[in-house]
């Protein structure tokens, strides 16, 4: 939906209407608590899985964008990003001379190109509605769809996700000073300042800070960088205390929880050049009851106030990747309220974006589940009244947290770069009081 290229144009053009009916369908269906929302539910049962991962031809297409239905999700769509309704017979004849001009172009071995019937197509759907996507979202929402085979993680991440699984730092572990001296010298070098507090109490806390880059906002982070013990390391089929990547997933212990997502994050600000204001608080004893968090986050997150605290990861399911949107307003004692009218637009662009990927996404209004944590989680128990908070990430429910063989899935990383993106641009957009 943000571009159409000189060759294999009818393959973009295909992809560009896909995501121009997946996005209007996100941003503008209801956001209801347990509701898992996937825009081809709209198609027809021979549809769906054509749709699902963008692969419905241009007749097929021409059908759906005929109906009431699409029709009103399409209008609603635009409507929602300041644009007029499109005119639908104009739509049906520019599908008519685009089907008949690619039956030509193939019936005589014509290569596949930008051409003025494709062109004409791409103007009144996809031009002006992947534009005013972008201005608000930025453009990886609008972009094209992601085979989950072709999804890994990226060579930083791995990297990262390497060292950091090396350092030892389940309790009685060795390697959290390590640690701390590495994280803080890959935040220094993204151009955080940094700070290790707690030294005297325990394993200590890190609190970094970067001012905005290029975007209006503020997002906190939380994350952890110990583990829980090694278990019965014969019983693993992989090495616990080494990364080894296998069948598309990550193993090693605290992989998921909380390794793998920090590693992500890490590679992701390296990635990405656009930022607001960003305070990322991590953290050294989540598994053995957070002594020193308890302790000083209170006084660190008192006065901040920014547009949304991000928590340390998120969920999929592992069945079927099924994105789990973890939004909420908090409330007194920590309780859940539904999220406020910017929040639930950030979850509506986060479901359009999981599309990219095939996978549907199930807003659910409440904190990470974190009851296995001694004394609970230090950061959730800080979070002010009406606070916006969200959890989202790579792990997924067959992670196998504090099991034996702890992994992740590889696919949800790249992802997880492109939902922190947006992520960001809505943090600006939502702090500079845009609409």
């Known amino acids: 939906m943000n571009r159409i290229q000189m060759y294999a144009s009818s393959t973009h053009l295909k992809h560009g209407l896909h995501r121009a009916i997946a996005v209007a369908h996100a941003l503008t269906s209801p956001v209801e608590p347990g509701e898992s929302v996937a825009w081809w539910s709209m198609l027809d049962a021979d549809e769906q899985e054509r749709g699902r991962l963008h692969a419905l031809p241009l007749d097929a297409l021409a059908q759906i964008y005929g109906r009431d239905g699409a029709r009103a999700v399409l209008d609603a769509g635009r409507v929602a990003v300041g644009l007029p309704a499109l005119d639908h017979e104009a ?16 019936a005589h071995m014509g290569r596949d190109v930008y051409g003025s019937s494709n062109k004409g197509l791409w103007d009144l759907v ?10 608000r979202y930025g ?5 094209d769809p992601v085979p989950q085979h072709e999804s890994a993680p990226s060579d930083t991440a791995l990297d990262a996700l390497r060292t950091l699984t090396a350092f030892n730092t389940s309790p009685h572990g060795d390697g959290h000073d390590a640690c701390v001296e590495w994280l803080a010298s890959r935040l220094l070098a993204l151009g955080f300042r940094v700070e290790a507090l707690g030294h005297d109490r325990g394993r200590p806390l890190v609190v970094a800070h970067r001012e905005a880059r290029g975007l209006d906002g503020h997002v906190v982070m939380y994350g952890h960088y110990d583990v829980t013990p090694f278990g019965r390391e014969q019983k693993w089929t992989h090495p616990p205390r080494e990364l080894t990547v ?3 997933r990550l193993f090693a212990r605290g992989v998921a929880d909380n390794k793998g997502p920090l590693a992500c994050r890490l590679a992701a600000l390296a990635a990405l050049e656009s930022t607001p204001a960003l305070t990322w608080l991590l953290q050294g004893e989540e598994e053995t009851g957070s002594a020193v968090a308890h302790a000083l986050l209170p006084d660190v997150m008192r006065d901040l106030r920014p547009t949304l605290w991000l928590d340390e990861t998120g969920y999929h399911d592992h069945e079927d990747g099924t994105l789990r949107l973890l939004g909420r307003t908090v409330g007194r004692h920590d309780t859940s309220l539904p999220p406020d009218p910017a929040l639930t637009d950030l979850l509506r662009a986060l479901r359009g974006l999981a599309s990219r990927w095939g996978v549907a996404a199930r807003h659910e209004c409440r904190g990470l589940n974190k009851n296995v944590v001694e004394g609970g989680c230090p950061f959730n128990h800080a979070l002010p009244e ?5 959890a989202v990430g790579v792990n997924d429910s067959g992670a196998r947290i504090h099991g034996l063989n702890e992994s992740l899935p590889g696919w949800t990383f790249p992802l997880h770069t492109a939902e922190l993106d947006v992520i960001f641009r809505w943090a600006g957009r939502t702090a500079g009081g845009a609409s």
């Open 139 to 143: 453009l990886t929402l609008g972009d």
């Open 246 to 248: 296998a069948e598309g």
């Open 126 to 135: 996809c031009g002006d509605f992947g534009r005013a996507v972008a201005d």
């Open 91 to 106: 739509v049906q004849t520019a599908f008519k001379v685009a089907i008949i001009s690619g039956k030509a172009h193939r």
């Open 386 to 390: 009406d606070a916006r908070y969200l």
